[in-house]
Nanobody, 128 residues
Framework: QVQLVESGGGSVQAGGSLRLSCAAYGYGDSIYCMGWFRQAPGKEREGVAVIDRDGSTRYADSVKGRFTISGDNAKNTVYLQMSSLKPEDTAMYYC??????????????????????WGKGTLVSISS
């Protein structure tokens, strides 16, 4: 059973930066795609960024140029470096993992259904 554990959330002022981490345990060979998703109060969950094991990435338009996703396959860990944070970035951020790479993985930014494993989330709060 794969377990995803997020860390790095917190509260910062607008314009600040945070780095989220997601470590995968019980990994096996079943994960080829990992990503970050977020859900603000009263809103639906949305994709933020994904990365596959080959290093291909894709971002939501709302975070392009501000967020960077990266992965360390040796450590089974994915990171999300968030800069120039805005109040509208406030949300619970979830790490998720799925079993395919390439176009399937990149499409998860638009459709998070199909990701097999989810973390419990880490809260990011941005004040103006």
């Amino acid at each position: 059973q794969v377990q995803l554990v997020e860390s790095g959330g917190g509260s910062v002022q607008a314009g600040g930066s945070l780095r989220l981490s997601c470590a995968a345990y019980g990994y096996g060979d079943s994960i080829y795609c990992m990503g970050w998703f977020r859900q603000a109060p009263g809103k639906e969950r949305e994709g933020v960024a994904v990365i596959d094991r080959d290093g291909s990435t894709r971002y939501a338009d709302s975070v392009k140029g501000r967020f960077t996703i990266s992965g360390d396959n040796a450590k089974n860990t994915v990171y999300l470096q968030m800069s120039s944070l805005k109040p509208e970035d406030t949300a619970m951020y979830y790490c998720a993992a799925g079993g395919y790479l390439g176009s399937w993985c990149l499409a998860r930014v638009d459709d998070h259904y199909g990701m097999d494993y989810w973390g419990k989330g880490t809260l990011v709060s941005i004040s103006s």
